[in-house]
């Protein structure tokens, strides 16, 4: 599976709208593009994924670029409850494990 | 989304005693689980990947005899840590892969902590 860089870490006004950026250089084409979150002393949450289309759903949306080398996801109106750390990961074929980074610890500030 | 539960959600033992931690998907049936460890401040490690009524597959450096892993049921998979040590406090977190051939998502349970005394 393709490597991600993200940075590690980024605040947030409350209220606003979240853009955590991911790089995935190497992706190939039939690698999704997936995101988890991990709050403290939690299991990681399942936000969202995709192949190359734009993707929304109730907690977030997608942005994946034209060359599918990165993405942004992006927590449009941004509470305290969203400080976590947020994991951009590619995945290869339904079978396959997810490979975690060090992720990007957001702090969303009031 | 889909429900994966975790049990116990903490659970301490004393040193050389082995503790068993269980791994449920609630609302799916799970052809493959996944057992992770994470330390503090660290990301979360891949320990070994178990397919239902198979034996697991274990990551470089992963004991398969000090962490057994049973995966009897499309529903149930389970994590024995034996013979444990101070060294293995840590928290445990299954995940699981539904096992529809549109199901490419895999959900994780609130994880376990092991502390070992």
């Known amino acids: 599976d393709a490597k991600t860089t993200q940075p590690p870490s980024m605040d947030c006004a409350e209220g606003r709208a979240a853009n955590l950026p991911c790089n995935h250089s190497?992706?190939?084409?039939?690698?999704?593009v997936y995101w988890y979150r991990q709050i403290h002393s939690q299991g990681p949450q399942y936000i969202i994924h995709?192949?190359?289309n734009n993707e929304t759903n109730e907690m977030a949306s997608l942005i994946i670029t034209e060359d599918r080398k990165s993405s942004t996801l992006i927590l449009p109106h941004a509470t305290l409850r969203d400080t976590a750390v947020y994991y951009c990961?590619?995945?290869?074929?339904?079978?396959?494990?997810?490979?975690f980074g060090s992720g990007t610890q957001l702090t969303v500030l009031p | 989304g889909a429900v994966v539960s975790q049990h116990p959600s903490r659970v301490i033992c004393k040193s050389g005693t082995s503790v068993k931690i269980e791994c449920r998907s609630l609302?799916?049936?799970?052809?493959?689980m996944f057992w992770y460890r994470q330390f503090p401040k660290q990301s979360l490690m891949l320990m070994a990947t178990?397919?239902?009524?198979?034996?697991?597959?274990?990551e470089q450096g992963v004991e398969k005899d000090k962490f057994l892993i049973n995966h009897a049921s499309l529903t149930l998979s389970t994590l024995t840590v034996t013979s444990a040590h101070p060294e293995d406090s840590s928290f445990y977190i299954c995940?699981?892969?539904?096992?529809?051939?549109?199901?490419?998502?895999?959900?994780f349970g609130e994880g376990s902590w092991l502390t070992v005394v």
């Open positions: 995940s699981a892969r539904e096992g529809t051939p549109s199901g490419n998502t895999i959900y």
């Open positions: 190497t992706i190939s084409g039939n690698e999704y």
């Open positions: 995709g192949l190359k």
């Open positions: 990961i590619v995945r290869g074929g339904s079978a396959r494990q997810l490979t």
């Open positions: 609302d799916f049936q799970a052809t493959t």
């Open positions: 178990s397919n239902e009524g198979s034996k697991a597959t274990y």
